[in-house]
């Protein structure tokens, strides 16, 4: 695997840690809102280029971010 996307799972897993340490509400959504958009990333990173790819990443983005 590309290790920008080991870098970015890592960085999943902290944001994780973010949640469960905040008591704030606004946080946690506001943290889960970065951690849909670096999922949605990672399909781009990991395969190679096609439009079908960047669609799919595109939406993956909008449902989750």
Do not use: C, E, Y
């Amino acid at each position: 695997m590309n290790i920008f996307a080991d870098q970015l799972l890592v960085f999943v897993m902290l944001i994780n840690f973010l949640v469960l340490g905040s008591s704030r509400m606004t946080i946690a959504i506001r943290a889960v809102a970065v951690q849909g958009v670096v999922l949605g990333l990672l399909p781009g990173i990991i395969h190679h280029f096609s439009w079908h790819l960047v669609a799919i990443t595109v939406g993956i983005i909008l449902a989750k971010g």
